[in-house]
């Protein structure tokens, strides 16, 4: 059984679409509290798709509806996704991502120990690094200095992944994703651009001076990858920073590319300073030479992907 945690949000749909496909059967566990029951429409009558409304930081309601399902003989993937994703939320209250990020990780973890997972697969994050100016790090650089209790949180999660390999769990994946795009958009500055434009056709205001450098990946490429390494890599505790070869793109790229195939009049109106909040990274780049090496190698340029995933979005929020 391949169990999602964070099944209903965003990138859990392409990599549950994925898995099924594969012919695999998958457990989506959600408490909604960001995701949507639409995301998962397209899996409801798919006779190996099952879904439980549950709170993953709830070890007892987590294990109670694990054990509502037949889980089968086994081997069992836990692929855990859910957290909180709204960095702004998780800073104005610090409670949100101890325990949507950090207590969803711990009671997973012990699910795993408790069914005998084969594998745990972790969404983690660049935020981990901190703020290091762009520099690109790869996996062993440090230090690591989180800037946002969200990265916080995700990096004690690392941790406590880690130890549970020391004791129980026999093989472990950290991935390190960058700025994921496309859809379904729960969340993140693109779908913030589509929505404002939407409101407002002649002005999109923009968070900071525009200058800030992220890298992109599809969710397509994303999902890819992540099946990838858990298939290939063979250590017992692999962490891989997941992302595009490049150093990224400007958010100023992605308001302009928004803007154009939104409402092409608009003037697009930059904000001061090169950050777009508290705990935003201005210049995040990490090195994916651990994945090259291993065989992945993405296909979408960050610019690629923020003119895709636009296009994409803005249709689904019919405004293009
Ligand atoms: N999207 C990105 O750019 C990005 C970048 C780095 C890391 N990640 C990580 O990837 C994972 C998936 O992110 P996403 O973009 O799909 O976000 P998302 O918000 O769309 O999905 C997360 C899901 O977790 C669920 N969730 C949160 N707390 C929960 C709880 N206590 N119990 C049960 N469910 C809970 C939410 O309802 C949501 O459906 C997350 O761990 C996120 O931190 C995402």
Redesign the pocket.
């Known amino acids: 059984m391949e169990i999602v945690?964070?099944?209903?949000?965003?990138?859990?749909q392409t990599l549950i679409r994925r898995l099924l496909e594969e012919g695999q059967d998958v457990l989506a566990?959600?408490?909604?509290?960001?995701?949507?029951l639409d995301y998962l429409k397209p899996f409801e009558a798919h006779p190996a798709f099952a879904f439980r409304n549950?709170?993953?930081?709830d070890k007892a309601a987590l294990s109670d509806a694990v054990r509502s399902i037949d889980l089968g003989p086994g081997p069992h993937h836990i692929w855990?996704?859910?957290?909180?994703?709204d960095i702004g939320a998780g800073n104005a209250d610090m409670t949100i991502d101890l325990?949507?990020?950090f207590?969803?990780t711990v009671a997973s973890v012990e699910l795993a120990q408790a069914i005998g997972a084969a594998r745990f697969h972790f969404?983690?994050?660049?935020?981990i690094y901190g703020d290091h100016q762009g520099r690109g790090l790869a996996e062993d650089d440090g230090p690591l200095e989180p800037i946002s209790n969200?990265g916080a949180m995700?990096l004690a999660s690392e941790a406590t992944i880690r130890a549970a390999v020391e004791r129980f769990l026999p093989k472990a994946d950290i991935f390190r994703?960058?700025?994921?795009?496309g859809l379904p958009a729960?969340?993140?500055a693109m779908m913030d651009f589509v929505l404002k434009l939407k409101r407002d056709p002649s002005r999109l205001d923009v968070l900071g001076d525009g200058r800030q450098q992220k890298p992109y990946l599809h969710v397509t490429e994303l999902v890819d990858a992540m099946l990838f390494i858990s298939r290939t890599a063979q250590d017992r505790y692999n962490v891989f920073n997941i992302g595009p070869k490049d150093d990224g793109a400007l958010v100023s790229f992605m308001a302009k590319t928004v803007r154009d195939i939104v409402s092409p009049g608009a003037d697009i109106v930059f904000g001061e300073g090169d950050r777009g909040w508290v705990g935003d990274v201005p210049r995040v780049s990490f090195k994916i030479d651990r994945l090259t090496g291993l065989g992945w190698t993405p296909t979408m340029s960050s610019e690629q992907a923020v003119v895709r995933a636009a296009g994409e979005i803005a249709s689904a929020l019919g405004a293009a």
């Not at 945690?5 to 859990?12: E, M, Q, R």
């Not at 969404?123 to 935020?127: D, F, H, Y």
């Open positions: 945690t964070g099944g209903a949000g965003f990138i859990a566990l959600d408490n909604l509290v960001r995701g949507s549950v709170d993953c930081s855990h996704l859910a957290a909180n994703s325990r949507d990020t207590l969803t969404a983690s994050t660049s935020a969200y995700k994703f960058p700025n994921v795009v729960t969340h993140g």
